[in-house]
């Protein structure tokens, strides 16, 4: 029995001290954000204030960031979720010998260092005039994550009943209208997941609009945070602090929505019945 509680005491312990691990630097965003005297240290503020949020809430600092990175990664997520249902949709209901080699070939891609292969992008990029264009930032962030989304997107349409497209084409539909009114409905949850992890991934991407983006007015908020880090080591942790809580709003939000929306899981189980 002792033996037992020692147990049970030791994996509360080492959960207590993970939570901390995650909980520490949050609880130091959301006190410093109202910390005139903000640092590095988790402390109570004194004087609570929103003075920070004041100072970061203007056009050039948050807004016109905020809607690059909204730009950027919306069309981005967008492009991914349509070029990922249509890439998985052959592979999950085709059967070819080229299916495992083409899915081996997408899973190698996602093994692949973005820094190895930022300097022949970025010289392509420069040769076709997209350096610097929001849309070439764009195709690059879709053409990073398909790989991954594509391995997700079929394993989730694997899950939804061939049957319910047959009966679909003996009604008069063609495939891609199965796929848009039967399919991708019913695998509403996989969409999601998809959305949500290729969102979250691009949101927080500093290096590849930094590498392929020149002009300050195109910079997303991932790359303007840099500019809270001063010279000569100075930084401003209240302003600092402020930004990043406004800045990770928008994943949250998408996150929460999402959640709701499709929290109920697949509903293919009354589907076959009839």
């Known amino acids: 029995m002792k033996a ?16 901390a691990a995650f909980v520490l630097p949050l609880a130091w965003v959301v006190l410093s954000s109202v910390d005139a005297d903000a640092n590095l240290r988790v402390k109570l503020p004194s004087h609570p204030t929103l003075d920070n949020f004041d ?23 967008l492009l991914t979720v349509v070029c990922a249902a249509l890439a998985a949709y052959p592979l999950s209901r085709y059967r070819s010998r080229l299916n495992n080699p083409f899915l081996a070939t997408t899973l190698f ?27 070439g930032t764009i195709y690059f962030f879709t053409a990073s994550q398909l790989p991954f989304a594509i391995w997700l997107m079929k394993n989730f349409m694997d899950g939804v009943p061939k049957e319910l497209e047959e009966a679909a084409w003996t009604d008069g539909a063609n495939t891609f209208q199965s796929l848009v009114r ?19 991934m691009m949101w927080g991407n500093f290096f590849v609009p930094f ?18 880090f001063g010279n000569r080591g100075t930084v401003v942790y209240g302003q600092l602090a402020a930004f990043s809580i406004i800045y990770s709003t928008p994943v949250i939000l998408l996150y929460v929505l999402v959640s709701r929306r499709f929290g109920g899981g697949f509903a293919l189980g009354g589907a076959m019945k009839g």
Do not use: E, H, W
């Open 109 to 135: 891609a996602t093994c692949l260092p973005i820094t190895a292969v930022m300097v022949p992008v970025y010289a392509l990029f420069v040769q076709v005039n997209l350096i610097d264009t929001m849309s």
């Open 4 to 19: 037992r509680n020692r147990r049970r005491l030791t994996a509360d312990v080492s959960l207590v001290l993970v939570g």
């Open 55 to 77: 100072a970061v809430l203007k056009p050039d600092i948050t807004f016109t960031p905020l809607l690059n990175s909204l730009i950027l990664c919306g069309g981005a997520t």
């Open 182 to 200: 039967i399919v991708l409905p019913l695998m509403g949850p996989g969409v999601a997941v998809v959305t949500v992890f290729s969102f979250t």
């Open 211 to 228: 590498m392929l983006l020149l002009s300050p007015d195109q910079m997303p908020a991932s790359v303007s945070i840099n500019d809270f």
